[in-house]
T-cell receptor
Framework: EAQVTQNPRYLITVTGKKLTVTCSQNMNHEYMSWYRQDPGLGLRQIYYSMNVEVTDKGDVPEGYKVSRKEKRNFPLILESPSPNQTSLYFCASSLDRHQPQHFGDGTRLSIL | SQQGEEDPQALSIQEGENATMNCSYK?????LQWYRQNSGRGLVHLIL?????REKHSGRLRVTLDTSKKSSSLLITASRAADTASYFCATALYGGQLTFGSGTQLTVLP
């Protein structure tokens, strides 16, 4: 089954404790992206990657890191999480940058 | 502010009625996409319209695009209770960014 898998689905953690949210897709997609969703603000793109070893900043990259060492994986790293990063995060992938996105089920992060 | 802005923010209609949502954007785009999100779930792609297209249909969905006004509309005909969800437009820029609006919450009353 074609899917985008995010882990964990839920996480409560504390300020400053490094965390990684994994994202994996099984569709051989070139394009992958991370979004955060906050009430009233819709989805905002954090980082995107058009291919292996190619990543670019989206609208809200501050406080986040990503890497794309393999085509299928695109982890999101919060080196020193802060409460303003409490949000619902989505990973998505597509064949290329202009094609429709397939979304994961989301990761709800709470940073205390 | 967001590249795409939906209007209205919330819409409540009776089953069987049509629902129209609008999206405005600011810069040149490669295409515009509409997505649906059920509460707390991932987004699901509905329809994509390219910048050189003016109208597109998919089942009960009709999308229009006016690049001169930088606007798009999504029409859902003969709505059903199961159409209750949030709807987002997303603009695909030539450089690779995909920018979403803040969404329209549609409620279809049985």
């Amino acid at each position: 089954e074609a899917q985008v898998t995010q882990n964990p689905r839920y996480l409560i953690t504390v300020t400053g404790k490094k965390l990684t949210v994994t994202c994996s897709q099984n569709m051989n997609h070139e394009y992958m992206s991370w979004y955060r969703q906050d009430p009233g603000l819709g989805l905002r793109q954090i980082y995107y990657s058009m291919n292996v070893e190619v990543t670019d900043k989206g609208d809200v990259p501050e406080g986040y890191k990503v890497s794309r060492k393999e085509k299928r994986n695109f982890p999101l790293i919060l080196e020193s999480p802060s409460p303003n990063q409490t949000s619902l995060y989505f990973c998505a992938s597509s064949l290329d940058r202009h094609q429709p996105q397939h979304f994961g089920d989301g990761t709800r992060l709470s940073i205390l | 502010s967001q590249q795409g802005e939906e209007d209205p923010q919330a819409l409540s209609i009776q089953e069987g009625e049509n629902a129209t949502m609008n999206c405005s954007y600011k810069t040149s785009i490669n295409n515009l996409q509409w997505y649906r999100q059920n509460s707390g779930r991932g987004l699901v792609h509905l329809i994509l319209i390219r910048s050189n297209e003016r109208e597109k249909h998919s089942g009960r969905l009709r999308v229009t695009l006016d690049t001169s006004k930088k606007s798009s509309s999504l029409l859902i005909t003969a709505s059903r209770a199961a159409d209750t969800a949030s709807y987002f437009c997303a603009t695909a820029l030539y450089g690779g960014q995909l920018t979403f609006g803040s969404g329209t919450q549609l409620t279809v009353l049985p």
